[in-house]
């Protein structure tokens, strides 16, 4: 019970201290969009998505290292652990798709910033993001569907998110959409560089300082890996349950404090496209642990039901295919966040017991 409540401390702790890195990390993030002249939902399903994917980009990356495959648990234990940033891609991918998108429309609806019976409009960045999540986590459910992830298919998942993020600096400025937020802010940034050296100077120390913060997210997702594994050996769960549950959650704590600013501002388009582009960033380093060491993963959970799995994955390209066709076919009504709010808490619940 000690250990059980020690590890829920670490992982609200944990929230608390991604809250407070949130608020530099979106203005950083935003800058540097706004200093390469990017529209906001641009700079949104790029920039921001990446800073807030980071937590699980840290966890995949520590899965590969010795300090997650140490000898400390054997056998299935061990494999889990090895596999457990690809599972928090994952289920992530699911709170940022349902859980953090529904909840902030949810909040508009309540602030009475959405006519509930309106249709779900989206920009160009949002049905490219959308459109490459489909792509990604499609690929990503054909590949696990053996329950291995190759060097290959590790990297092919890497190309397909580095083709996501050119795509998003290109098409956008080709079909020339405007964005008046981005012509405002210019006025207060842009034009108050008067020189190319200042300009370099600006966009250097705010790279330098965005990739501080990220790296800071470091130290807190390792001691949310710890945790986890630890509040799994303890019987509540198994790692994969653990996951689902509160991990996962904790590692998207990011995308629902930007949701949250991107809602009482009523960004509408920036919301969508930070959601969509930070499961893109997410699933392209699902693999990252093939491809450091060299080696096949294996991807499983020691739950109740481990065949259930690939099944919790697949809803992932389901629902994305149905949200692109429903925001193309101009289908989907803001009204329809609180169904699929209810969904959600079905999906976590459900495979806490179950994986």
Avoid: H
Avoid at 216 to 225: G, H
């Amino acid at each position: 019970m000690i250990t059980i409540i020690s590890g829920l401390f670490v992982l609200g702790a944990s929230c608390y201290i991604l809250f407070l890195i949130s608020d530099p990390l979106e203005e950083l993030g935003g800058k540097i969009g706004k200093l390469l002249k990017l529209p906001e939902a641009v700079i949104a399903s790029t920039f921001q998505a990446l800073a807030t994917s980071g937590p699980e980009i840290v966890m995949a990356i520590l899965a590969a290292t010795a300090v997650i495959t140490s000898e400390a648990f054997r056998s299935l234990q061990l494999g889990e652990k090895a596999c457990s940033g690809c599972l928090n891609m994952s289920f992530s991918a699911m709170d940022n798709l349902l859980g953090i998108g529904a909840v902030a429309i949810v909040m508009l609806l309540k602030m009475r910033r959405l006519n509930p019976d309106e249709f779900i409009p989206a920009k160009t960045s949002t049905i490219i993001s959308l459109v490459f999540y489909v792509i990604i986590s499609g690929s990503f459910t054909g590949i696990i569907l053996n329950g291995i992830i190759t060097v290959f298919e590790a990297v092919v998942l890497m190309v397909i998110g580095g083709f996501f993020v050119l795509c998003q600096f290109i098409i956008p400025k080709v079909v020339q959409e405007k964005n008046i937020e981005q012509e405002d802010v210019e006025d207060s940034i842009l034009l108050n560089i008067n020189s190319r050296k200042q300009y370099i100077k600006q966009f250097i120390v705010s790279l330098i300082q965005y990739s501080f913060l990220i790296f800071a997210l470091v130290i807190f997702v390792r001691l949310c890996l710890e945790a986890t594994f630890n509040m799994a050996i303890a019987g509540l769960a198994s790692v994969g349950g653990v996951l689902i549950m509160f991990t996962s959650y904790v590692s998207s704590f990011p995308e629902f404090m930007l949701s949250y600013r991107y809602a009482i501002n009523n960004k509408k388009n920036a919301l969508l496209g930070m959601l969509f582009g930070s499961n893109v960033i997410d699933l392209a380093f699902a693999g990252f642990r093939a491809v450091w060491l060299g080696e096949n993963m294996n991807i499983y959970t020691t739950g109740l039901f481990p065949d259930l799995l690939i099944y919790y994955i697949l809803a992932l390209p389901i629902l994305g295919s149905l949200i692109l066709w429903g925001l193309v076919k101009k289908r989907i009504k803001w009204r329809y966040a609180k169904p699929a709010l209810a969904f959600y808490v079905a999906y976590i619940v459900s495979g806490f017991f179950l994986l």
